[in-house]
């Protein structure tokens, strides 16, 4: 089975332009997560989405968007580009768990790597 | 909040050593703990995961975990290190029914021959 792919790899951009990263979740995964990993950091979760609906958002100002779609891919947007916005930006996907059970667990993608200049 | 602390940002070790990598917790109720390995340039890839039960998990490639409660860790061990090894590794904790993920700011192992 395949596992999550995002698009594009890389990406340079310049200040104050706009972005769109994709990502497609494990076939039979509803739920999609996304992290932004600063160099030297480890990731922070920046949104969740389950069936559509956004589940959950991190510490993230509004210029960071996102949404999926009904066949369970997800797109990241990045309004008004920052310097401090360059990061690999990864997508995981899961299958959620009945009420009450354990957390899920997450499968990630390679993401992509975002530069800003 | 739920924090991770990994208090050792680089560890060096010899190929065929023991290894042991660090992670104490912070988080209010059952903590769910996961520890991933990230080789560079490359996505999280799960080495294992504790939910409940038996404290001593078993993992991908050779790794294990304990979580000791009482300590608030759960600490990746390996008993003889490749070369392959080489990479960061990553603590996280999540919570019960979700899938938000906190991570540690990740341990880069070195592998000397």
């Known amino acids: 089975d395949a596992g999550v792919t995002q698009s594009p790899t890389h990406l340079i951009k310049t200040r104050g332009q706009h972005v769109t990263l994709r990502c497609s979740p494990i076939?039979?995964?509803?739920?999609v997560s996304w992290y932004q990993q600063v160099l030297g950091q480890g990731p922070q979760f920046i949104f969740q989405y389950y069936e559509k609906e956004e589940r959950g958002r991190g510490n993230f100002p509004d210029r960071f968007s996102a949404r999926q779609f009904p066949n369970y891919s997800s797109e990241l947007n990045v309004n008004a580009l920052l310097l401090g916005d360059s990061a690999l930006y990864l997508c995981?996907?899961?299958?959620?768990?009945?009420?009450?059970?354990?957390?899920?667990?997450?499968?990630f993608g390679p993401g992509t790597r975002l530069l800003v200049l | 909040a739920q924090s991770v602390t990994q208090p050792d940002i680089h560890i060096t070790v010899s190929e065929g050593a023991s290894l042991e990598l660090r992670c104490n917790y912070s988080y209010g109720a059952t903590p769910y703990l996961f520890w991933y390995v990230q080789s560079p340039g490359q996505g999280l890839q799960l080495l294992l995961k504790y939910f409940s039960g038996d404290t001593l998990v078993q993992g991908i490639k050779g790794f294990e975990a304990e979580f000791k409660r009482s300590q608030s860790s759960f600490n990746l061990r390996k008993p003889s290190v490749h070369w392959s090894d080489a990479a960061e590794y990553f603590c996280?904790?999540?919570?019960?029914?979700?899938?938000?993920?906190?991570f540690g700011k990740g341990t880069m192992l070195l592998v000397s021959p």
């Open positions: 996280a904790v999540g919570a019960r029914g979700y899938s938000t993920l906190t």
């Open positions: 076939s039979g995964h509803k739920s």
């Open positions: 995981a996907s899961s299958s959620p768990v009945a009420s009450g059970g354990a957390a899920e667990t997450q499968y």
